[in-house]
């Protein structure tokens, strides 16, 4: 669909979308959201006088103007190809939509002085706009040679509950960022128990700090669950794609613990920058990780069983050509 060099850059876009998001943890944890108090200048400049929190919060713009020229160019590029499908045209178009509601809520977190909910939605569409980077990337790479392998079809079960997995990241990411964004994440400062109790109240900031946390150990659960349904299903198939599946689902696992201890060391050192800007990288390593697998399960599965039930000409029963080709008669149908 794409040549080497595309899909490279498209890599690369994907990448620094990714550096983008933790570097918006780092503006955040820094608390240098309003070092530059107007927009989209700073202090009334394209360039601003040197300060840490000020440079920080204008990397974070100036990365952000060059993911934007990127993804307009490379995603245009897809729209004008005749190779591509109208679906994938659609989630260009769709990529970019979120691209300019982006811009517009960065520019509304700082006006409305770091409103939650602005700031919350900021994280949403950020995260969910790299979510589409990711599966228009899915979408051009190359498949492989079907010859080369088996038929993988997982069961509508695995397909759902990869479904639930992806959605619960998502809404454990959009959690944190109420946490966040309340300035709840030192209201209990001790782990696993707050304040001595797994549930003191679901109100106000301490709440918000317990609903997150609550919402990890379901994520947990959920994820554990979807492992072992996918070792149940595929642990005796070694076809590429059932390997490549289970591949995809250990890493899941992986990044699973390293942000369960991250999110720990986060509320026992009292919320370091760098181990903030982890916790939210992680949070979007998972979205990934976990958009994989749904792609693999709902989209490739059907690509492989279309394929594998048409019949190359090479395997044409011999029997196929061996009788004569004969006219029909006329005024027959």
């Known amino acids: 669909m794409v040549d080497a060099r595309f899909l490279k850059a498209y890599k690369y876009l994907i990448w620094t979308t990714l550096a983008l998001i933790a570097l918006g943890g780092g503006v955040r944890a820094m608390d240098a959201g309003l070092a530059c108090p107007d927009w989209p200048l700073c202090f009334g400049a394209i360039i601003p006088d040197y300060h840490p929190q000020v440079y920080a919060e204008f990397l974070h713009r100036a990365l952000a103007g060059l993911v934007a020229i990127a993804t307009v160019s490379l995603n245009w590029f897809l729209i004008r190809s005749p190779k591509v499908s109208k679906g994938l ?66 069961s509508q079960g695995l397909k759902i509950m990869s479904l639930v997995a992806l959605a619960a990241v998502y809404g454990q990411i959009l959690l944190g960022g109420l946490v966040a964004s309340n300035y709840a994440a030192h209201v209990c400062p001790s782990f696993p128990l707050c304040h001595g ?56 696992l992986v ?41 693999m399960s709902w989209v490739t ?10 019949v190359p000409p090479s395997e044409k029963p011999q029997f196929a050509d061996s009788f004569p080709q004969s006219s029909p008669a006329k005024g027959s149908l």
């Open 89 to 154: 045209k659609a989630l260009c178009w769709f990529s970019l939509v979120l691209l300019m509601a982006q811009v517009v809520m960065g520019g509304l977190t700082v006006l409305l002085q770091l409103q939650a909910k602005i700031v919350t939605t900021h994280l949403a569409l950020g995260t969910g706009f790299l979510a589409t980077l990711l599966w228009i990337y899915f979408s051009v790479r190359p498949q492989g040679s079907t010859q080369e392998r088996q038929t993988f079809a997982p």
């Open 197 to 252: 109790q797994w549930v003191p109240t679901l109100q106000g900031a301490i709440g918000l700090q317990v609903i997150h946390r609550l919402g990890a150990y379901t994520l947990t659960l959920i994820i554990l669950a979807l492992l072992v349904w996918v070792w149940r299903e595929l642990r005796d198939k070694e076809d590429p794609l059932s390997r490549e599946f289970k591949a995809w689902s250990r890493w899941l």
């Open 255 to 295: 990044a699973l613990l390293v942000q369960m201890g991250i999110g720990i060391a986060n509320v026992l050192l009292f919320t370091p920058p760098l181990i903030t800007v982890l916790h939210l990288t992680f949070g979007a390593v998972l979205l990934g990780l976990a958009l994989r697998m749904v792609y």
């Open 301 to 310: 599965a059907q690509r492989e069983c279309l394929a594998a039930v048409r």
